[in-house]
């Protein structure tokens, strides 16, 4: 029988071969019902015609993406399968022909649009669109020709496919883990991504580069701008939303944010870091979270950390617009930077908090780190921010009111106080890393002091913040030191040693004057709680001590948790697990002091394998206290 008698070849069926494709692109664990796959490597698609495929029939592939897809913007592809000519470095062929199907072969170009995209075949004048017809297209860690392609397995394995690990909070002396689902796996989470990528307004062409992207998303996981992902809220006060802590991972945060397209309340740094890994792993971009211990916020662009007080040693918020925060959490992604000089590949820090705004809106890098360590403050997008968060030095300035006009002096400048073990999740371990030295040189170092003055020079920003007049102060060879009980305890006053050593020959008459005020882990003052002021005469004799005692009157409920011996009952804690998909809460009545609770909560697992659960337990007294426990589902 003629062709013509068994009439032109139409196409009428497509399998995606999801199950095949998904295990070689590692793209299994996405609950998506459609194919995910990754720029730079192949896949296989079963496409079944109408008739048996003929040596002289003419099979075209086109996938389109956006909403007016053109071959002139590469946003529409037309793969002619019997050619082996790229079109845009997208290749296909046919590899099997079997009665009327065939095995066709494609390969995505390496430096494709990341996306949804949709599938059509072409056979003559008929166009066959089969249903659920798109699929996505992702970042390739895996592919050497894709810029974000990370060449140790191991670390593809954490900083892509992990869906959990740690977040670290606290302070440098007393660093605490914070479990976290990151989820980019889950429900909704890929679709959730994808319509942020909508979104952002890119040009789709933008969409081949990471560094636009990762820019991008670090803009859109807050809201201040554009109604992204999540509400930043510092203020203690939470109705209409979910406190930061009690959110133990970013699934139920994009998932809620996709489905309601509004703003989920509220966040805090590790939670906005914690989003934004999901997202970027999601996507195929390799990312981790960082904290930064002791981290500078320099809002005066002159890498130094401004402090006023006054003359009895209280800091004045009115005139100190820098702080330093206890810690603060941002991200890492891994990414080559072809628009950066040589040597600037790999880490780059981007930032979601919404602390200062970088071209006109709250978004912070890509930020090469290797260029931070070197003091390349000149170095887009927004090194010298980050710079100033890891290396900043730190300046006191006394305000003295004279003859009715304020006079500042310099007190003292301190090179060692910011940066302090900066931390991530080791690769392949539930422990912490320090890397600390991937930021910056040792302290007080020759290579550390040459960045920093580097960082000055590019900037000739050195001599910035002096213009008040700083007047050097003479330096008699003093130390100051302070102590007291490294822990406090509640309803327990304060005792702190004020110990002036003399190390000099001579003798010094030295005003005191100190301040011990309440601050929040961002730097904000709270609360006034003590002063002191006395005159101490030192003898002239080296190593003199002289002490002088500040004791506080006042108790410190406020500050910490009630321990389980407390002698009042905890309000109506709340426990909320993360599994899988879901957060769920459950709220249980007044907990009485050394009293133990327990909950059971049904859950009905979609796959196997090994999935962490989350625990939180949070009341007015207790906040923030979880527990995690890896669980193994079996058929």
Known sequence: MSNGAEGPLRAVGVDFLKEQNSLHHRTKDYNISSLAVRRGQRFQLKVTFSRE???????????????????????????????????????????????????????????????????????????????????????????????????????????????????????????????????????????????????????????????????????????????????????????????????????????????????????????????????????????????????????????????????????????????????????DVWMKRPDLPKGNDGWQAIDATPQEQSQGIFQCGPSPVNGIRKGDVYLPYDSKFVFAEVNADRIFWLVKDVNGNEKYIKLREETKVIGKSISTKAVGKNTREDITHQYKFPEDSPEERKAVQTACNYLNSCNLGVGYGSGEVSKPNLQFEIEGEKEIWPGQPIDLNIVVKN???????????????????????????????????????????????????????????????????????????????????????????????KCKIICAPRKTGLKKIVAELNCTQVKGISVEKMISITE
């Open 503 to 597: 190390e000099s020959g001579g003798s010094w008459t030295v005003k005191l004057a100190g301040s011990c005020q309440l601050e929040s882990y961002t730097g904000k003052i709270e609360a006034s709680l003590a002063t002191i002021k006395q005159t101490i005469e030192t003898e002239g004799k080296p190593g003199m001590y002289t002490q002088s005692q500040l004791s506080l009157a006042i108790y410190v409920l406020f500050l910490v948790m009630v321990p389980a011996y407390s002698s009042s009952p905890a309000s109506r804690p709340q426990n909320a697990v993360t599994h899988a998909t879901t957060c769920m809460q459950q709220q249980q009545q007044d907990l009485a002091p050394g009293r133990i609770f």
């Open 53 to 331: 495929v003929k040596d002289n029939d003419r099979i075209t592939l086109r996938f389109s993406i956006g909403e007016k897809p053109k071959q002139s913007n590469g946003t529409l592809l037309s793969l002619k399968t019997g050619l082996d000519q790229p079109v845009n470095s997208w290749r296909t062929a046919i590899l099997q022909k079997n009665g009327k199907e065939c095995l066709i072969d494609v390969i995505p170009s390496a430096e494709a649009i990341i996306g949804k995209y949709l599938l059509s075949v072409k056979t003559g004048p008929n166009i066959y669109s089969p249903e659920n017809s798109f699929f996505y297209l992702l970042f390739n860690p895996w592919c050497e020709g894709d810029s974000v392609f990370m060449p140790n397995e191991a670390e593809r394995a954490e900083y892509v496919l992990n869906d959990t690990g740690y977040l670290y909070v606290g302070s440098a002396k007393n660093i605490r883990e914070r479990p976290w689902n990151y989820g980019q796996f889950e429900e909704s989470v890929l679709d959730c991504c994808m319509y942020l990528l909508d979104k952002s307004k890119l040009k789709l062409n933008s969409r081949k580069d990471p560094v636009i992207i990762a820019r991008s998303m670090s803009a859109l996981v807050n809201s201040h701008d554009d109604a992204g992902v999540l509400f930043g809220n510092w203020s203690g006060k939470y109705s209409g939303g979910t406190p930061p802590l009690a959110w133990t991972g970013s699934a139920p945060i994009l998932q809620q944010y996709y489905k309601n397209k509004k703003t989920v309340n509220f966040g805090q740094c590790w939670v906005f870091s914690g989003v934004l890994t999901t997202v970027m792993r999601s996507l195929g971009i390799p990312a981790r979270s960082v904290t930064n211990f002791a981290s500078a916020h320099d809002t005066e662009e002159n890498l130094k950390v401004d402090i006023y007080v006054n003359e009895s040693g209280q800091k004045l918020d009115h005139l100190t617009n820098d702080s330093i925060w206890n810690f603060h959490v941002w991200n």
